[in-house]
C-alpha cells in the first residue's frame, strides 16, 4: 500500500513562511498526479497546488504568488513553499497522487497563521 506522509505544519505568525514536505512510500515518478490540498475548519478541501503538469505546477488564484511546488525524485518528496502566510491559510493540508482511478492521500499536516 502506498502511503504519503506529510510534515512542516505547525504554528506560525502572519507574514512568515513554511516549507511542506510530502514523502512518498513508492517512487513519485510513478504516480501521473501529484497535488497539495487544503481544508480549512469548516470548509470543503480545495485544490492549491498541480505539481505533475506541462509546463510546471499550477496554483489556485487564492495562493498564486505566494506558494511554490516543487520535486525531488531522489527522495521521492515534493514539497510546498509558502509565503507571506495569512490567517486564512489556516488549515489542513494533504498530499495527494496516483493514476487515476487509483489515488491515494496523506493523514495531513496542520498549518496554523496566528499572532
Known amino acids: 500500500q502506498v502511503q504519503l506522509v506529510e510534515s512542516g505544519g505547525g504554528l506560525v505568525q502572519p507574514g512568515g513562511s513554511l516549507r511542506l514536505s510530502c514523502t512518498a512510500s513508492t517512487t513519485i515518478s510513478s504516480f501521473n498526479l501529484m497535488d497539495w490540498y487544503r481544508q480549512a475548519p469548516g470548509r470543503e478541501r480545495e485544490l492549491v497546488a498541480q505539481i505533475f503538469t506541462t509546463g510546471g505546477p499550477n496554483y489556485a488564484d487564492s495562493v498564486q504568488g505566494r506558494f511554490t511546488a516543487s520535486r525531488d525524485y531522489v527522495k521521492n518528496t515534493v514539497y510546498l513553499t509558502i509565503n507571506n502566510l495569512e490567517p486564512e491559510d489556516t488549515a489542513v493540508y494533504y498530499c495527494?497522487?496516483?493514476?487515476?482511478?487509483?489515488?491515494?492521500w496523506g493523514k495531513g499536516t496542520l498549518v496554523t497563521v496566528s499572532s
Open positions: 495527494h497522487a496516483g493514476h487515476p482511478p487509483i489515488e491515494y
